[in-house]
């Protein structure tokens, strides 16, 4: 979390308050620590567009499998991952639509 917070110029608390809103995913170890996949940042804040993919996500699956839905290819955004779709910068709704069915997929 003191990474994170270094990253994006905020304090260890925001970070732990964005973790339990869900606006930074945060995957917990095995271990216990929690962890923040570095690709979700861009220019020090969180890439654009993927907090309302969390949102959409949130409380469907664990973290680790929205990381990995984010992280897969998806046929809809024609074999690129979400992430990549993002990190273009491309915010538009297909990749809530893919979120979307995932988290009804799961529900």
């Known amino acids: 979390a003191a990474a994170v917070a270094a990253v994006l110029g905020v304090s260890v608390s925001a970070i732990r308050s964005r973790r339990a809103r869900g606006s930074v995913l ?3 170890t095995r ?3 929690w962890v923040f996949p570095a690709w979700q940042f861009d ?10 993919v969390l949102r959409v996500l949130d409380g469907s699956v664990s973290a680790w499998t929205v990381a990995s839905l984010l992280r897969s290819p998806e046929v809809e955004l024609g074999g690129r991952t979400p992430l990549q779709v993002l990190q273009a910068g491309r915010h538009d709704d297909l990749v809530l639509l893919v979120a979307s069915h995932a988290a009804a997929g799961w529900a």
Do not use: E, F, T
């Open 26 to 28: 945060a995957l917990r």
């Open 31 to 33: 271990s216990g620590s």
């Open 43 to 52: 220019d020090g804040r969180v890439l654009p567009g993927l907090v309302p």
